[in-house]
């Protein structure tokens, strides 16, 4: 079965310092990914997603994600981190259902805080 | 454009009373619909999926159903809540084909007392 790890629960970051949050896939076939931003009582808001082509994928609000398919992995990455990007952030893979349709499996998110 | 709605927002119900939580979709057709249930601290777990009126899907045991009546709408249930039924529940939507992402609703925060 496929999964999702996210290694880091919490990361602490500094208000203008870089971010890169880990994700790392399992996954026969080649992988739709997705990164995902929760804020606190919120629902999720999409970032970016990967289904094919360039492996260096640019999302909203300045993040950017790269596959690595040797490395089995989706790190997302911001070059300058805001005071309001500090929210929880899931990444997700998609795999096809049997009778029809997809569904995401999520790894259990990294809690972003950031530091003024 | 597409908007998902989920309702209430919040919710806070003894233990053995009945729920209904409800998600409806607007500005698309025949979507795939999902319930997701998120515990602190575990992530996001698919309870529901349904890829058309009528068609639900479980991915898990538990003590909740789920009913697509229409095609936008997406009904999340149970007849007796149990206290570790509590959690944040999400509703999602995907359109049919490769590339399109999933939009999720607002959220509702079900606490079982």
């Known amino acids: 079965a496929q999964s999702v790890t996210q290694p880091d629960i919490h990361i602490t970051v500094s208000e203008g310092a870089s971010l890169e949050l880990r994700c790392n896939y399992s996954?026969?076939?080649?992988?739709?990914l997705f990164w995902y931003v929760q804020s606190p009582g919120q629902g999720l808001q999409l970032l970016l997603k990967y289904f094919s082509g360039d492996t260096l994928v640019q999302g909203i609000k300045g993040f950017e994600a790269e596959f690595k398919r040797s490395q089995s992995s989706f790190n997302l990455r911001k070059p300058s981190v805001h005071w309001s990007d500090a929210a929880e952030y899931f990444c997700a893979v998609g795999e096809g259902l049997t009778g029809g349709g997809n569904k995401l499996t999520f790894g259990t998110g990294t809690q972003l805080k950031v530091e003024l | 454009s597409q908007t998902i709605h989920q309702w209430p927002a919040t919710l806070v119900q003894p233990v053995g009373s009945p729920l209904s939580l409800e998600c409806t979709v607007e500005?698309?057709?025949?979507?795939?619909l999902y319930w997701y249930r998120q515990a602190a601290g575990r992530g996001l777990q698919l309870l529901f999926y349904s890829v058309g009126i009528g068609q639900i899907s479980s991915e898990v045991p538990q003590n909740l159903s789920a009913s697509r009546p229409q095609d936008r709408q997406f009904i999340l249930s149970s007849k007796k809540l149990l206290l570790s039924d509590s959690g944040f529940y999400l509703c999602?939507?995907?359109?049919w084909g490769a590339g399109g992402g999933y939009t999720f609703g607002s959220g509702t925060r079900l606490t079982v007392v």
């Open positions: 996954y026969g076939a080649t992988p739709y």
């Open positions: 500005g698309t057709s025949n979507p795939n």
């Open positions: 999602a939507w995907r359109g």
